[in-house]
């Protein structure tokens, strides 16, 4: 059965502090891996999906690395804006499910 | 383009009743999945459907119920609802079976009393 945890469970960082939030996962056959940001109250916003180790993705402020056995979120100067819950997925091997891990809840106080 | 659309946004029920939750995919979109989210927990699998078809049901009780219609949107329904069944309920969309960009709607989120 797959698996995925996320750490830590919550962060706290001053803006302009960078950090990293990591994600391991215990895949049989990963077919991808998603990263979402969800606000308060709102649905999963689509992130990024890596594929393979050594992938490597960015979307302003956000960068997603892959390896064999864990998934990297760096945040880069983030501002309060930046402030939610990241959520970690990976695609089953099966059909196109995704199993969550519960998420880092991020706050960047000015 | 119109995203993935959830109806209603909230909802109170009490114990024992039923409800019917509904979802639109993106245009062009044929899969549909509904994932529960309980307050400080990742979404969990509930049901995949594609091209009318169930492809896959997670660890849900059978009061939990969902099919696709000729137009691809969704119903999920549940059936004799218990305090355990508060969550916000997510439809995801995603372009073709295999496709590997998923997008959520906003959720519904219930409440049972």
């Known amino acids: 059965e797959d698996q995925v945890t996320q750490s830590p469970e919550a962060l706290r960082l001053q803006e302009g502090e960078s950090s990293s939030l990591n994600c391991s996962y215990t895949?049989?056959?990963?077919?991808?891996l998603f990263w979402y940001r969800q606000d308060p109250g709102k649905g999963p916003e689509f992130l990024f999906t890596?594929?393979?180790a050594g992938e490597e993705k960015e979307k302003e402020r956000l960068k997603a690395t892959l390896t064999k056995k864990e998934s990297f979120l760096h945040i880069t100067a983030p501002k309060p804006e930046d402030s939610a819950t990241y959520l970690c997925?990976?695609?089953?091997?099966?059909?196109?499910?995704?199993?969550f891990g519960k998420g880092t809840m991020l706050l960047v106080s000015p | 383009d119109a995203g993935v659309t959830q109806s209603p946004t909230h909802l109170i029920k009490t114990r024992g009743q039923h409800v019917t939750l509904r979802c639109s995919p993106i245009?062009?979109?044929?899969?549909v999945s509904w994932y529960q989210q309980v307050l400080g927990q990742g979404p969990q699998f509930i049901f995949q459907?594609?091209?009318?078809?169930?492809?896959g049901r997670g660890n849900f009780p059978d009061r939990f119920s969902a099919r696709q219609f000729p137009n691809y949107s969704s119903e999920l329904n549940v059936n004799a609802l218990l305090l355990g069944d508060s969550a916000l309920y997510l439809c995801?969309?995603?372009?073709?079976?295999?496709?590997?960009?998923?997008?959520f709607g906003e959720g519904s989120w219930l409440t049972v009393v």
């Open positions: 895949v049989s056959g990963l077919r991808g």
């Open positions: 459907y594609y091209e009318k078809e169930e492809r």
């Open positions: 997925a990976s695609l089953n091997s099966g059909y196109s499910t995704l199993t």
């Open positions: 245009s062009g979109h044929k899969s």
């Open positions: 995801a969309s995603l372009g073709q079976s295999g496709s590997n960009t998923i997008y």
């Open positions: 890596l594929y393979s």
